[in-house]
């Protein structure tokens, strides 16, 4: 049972640095969702692929940010320019289109900015 | 809209007592309602879903919860704690045409021995 996998599980960068994670879903998904999670909130969505479509971004996602998922299997999110802000879990979903759309989570990365 | 309300942030029991997690939602368009466990430096992971089917449903580890659209809650419960229980719950609600989900705030789970 392979489940949804993100790589690396933590990461330490300096501000400024620019910093990428992988994720990768479930094999037979065709949607991929992005979220990012603070220490005491709960996950709160950035963005998210049907294939290889990126079909919806929040107004969290700053210029900053971009995520790709060029062939309709695992994504990247890559942030540029790291701030302390930008510290938190980052975590990936993947689901089918159809049906109920439920969303199975990776582990996540853990990133610090220092 | 679709938001999600957890009250009680934290929530102590004592081993073998009833668990109560109070999730509140509101939705625009009849919802589809979920709630995660997450453990420390851990991913979520679903214990139940309820997608317009029974109004009771029954999750894993013991878990199940109940749709009340008259007050637009989706509360989980378990009748007897385990000291394995203890982590950090989160509910979430999706439209069921919709795509993302929308989280609550999470309610983090003590068991006392």
């Known amino acids: 049972d392979t489940g949804v996998s993100q790589n690396p599980r933590h990461k330490i960068t300096k501000r400024g640095q620019n910093v990428t994670f992988r994720c990768d879903p479930i094999?037979?998904?065709?949607?991929l969702y992005w979220y990012r999670q603070t220490l005491g909130q709960g996950p709160e969505f950035l963005t998210y692929?049907?294939?290889?479509?990126?079909?919806?971004k929040s107004r969290l996602l700053s210029d900053r940010f971009s995520a790709e998922r060029p062939k309709g299997s695992f994504s990247t999110l890559e942030i540029q320019r790291t701030e302390q802000g930008d510290s938190a879990m980052y975590l990936c979903?993947?689901?089918?289109?159809?049906?109920?759309?439920?969303?199975?989570f990776g582990p996540g990365t853990r990133l610090l900015v220092l | 809209a679709q938001s999600v309300t957890q009250l009680g942030s934290h929530v102590s029991v004592s081993e073998g007592a009833l668990v109560l997690l109070r999730c509140n939602y509101s939705s625009s368009v009849p919802p589809y309602l979920f709630w995660y466990v997450q453990y420390p430096n851990q991913g979520l992971q679903l214990l139940l879903k309820?997608?317009?089917?029974?109004?009771l449903v029954k999750g894993i580890n013991g878990f199940e919860a109940e749709f009340k659209k008259s007050e637009t809650s989706f509360h989980l419960t378990k009748p007897s704690a385990h000291m394995s229980d203890a982590a950090e719950y989160f509910c979430?609600?999706?439209?069921?045409?919709?795509?993302?989900?929308?989280f609550g705030t999470g309610t983090s789970l003590t068991v006392i021995p």
């Open positions: 094999s037979e998904h065709n949607r």
């Open positions: 309820y997608t317009s089917a029974a109004t």
């Open positions: 979903a993947s689901s089918l289109a159809e049906g109920t759309q439920t969303q199975y």
């Open positions: 692929f049907q294939n290889e479509a990126q079909l919806e």
């Open positions: 979430a609600v999706s439209p069921n045409t919709g795509n993302q989900f929308y």
